[in-house]
């Protein structure tokens, strides 16, 4: 079973920066999905465990940062030059399928998350 447990967030002034953590025991994709109060879960970046392949929504390109620890079975989340649009929960998921970009992109792609972590973005 897929374990996955995020660590981060925080309060931050516009323009400013934050990273997020997630271990899990995945070896397919992991991503980011973030919800902001009163809007759907909607899909921020992903990684394939395999090869790498990394893939963004257009609101965050540019801006934020997706990468992994072989390692330490760990995915990182790095936003730089964070919006007061950016403010949500943040949730990292799992799945030990790996999906190409469309299929990423969907919430019900993955079969474990996290509990979740809040980013708050002040104007």
């Known amino acids: 079973q897929v374990q996955v447990a995020e660590s981060g967030g925080g309060w931050v002034q516009a323009g400013g920066s934050l990273r997020l953590s997630c271990s899990a025991n995945?070896?397919?994709?992991m991503a980011w999905f973030r919800q902001a109060p009163g809007k759907e879960r909607e899909f921020v970046a992903s990684?394939?465990?395999?090869?790498?392949?990394?893939y963004y929504s257009d609101s965050v390109k540019g801006r934020f940062t997706v990468s992994r620890d072989r390692a330490n079975n760990a995915l990182y989340l790095q936003m730089n030059s964070l919006k007061p649009e950016d403010t949500a929960v943040y949730f990292c998921?799992?799945?030990?399928?790996?999906?190409?970009?469309?299929?990423?992109?969907?919430?019900?792609?993955?079969?474990?998350w996290g509990q979740g972590t809040q980013v708050t973005v002040s104007s």
């Open positions: 995945s070896r397919g994709t």
């Open positions: 998921a799992a799945t030990g399928r790996s999906w190409s970009a469309s299929a990423a992109s969907r919430a019900s792609s993955y079969d474990a």
């Open positions: 990684c394939r465990w395999g090869d790498g392949a990394k």
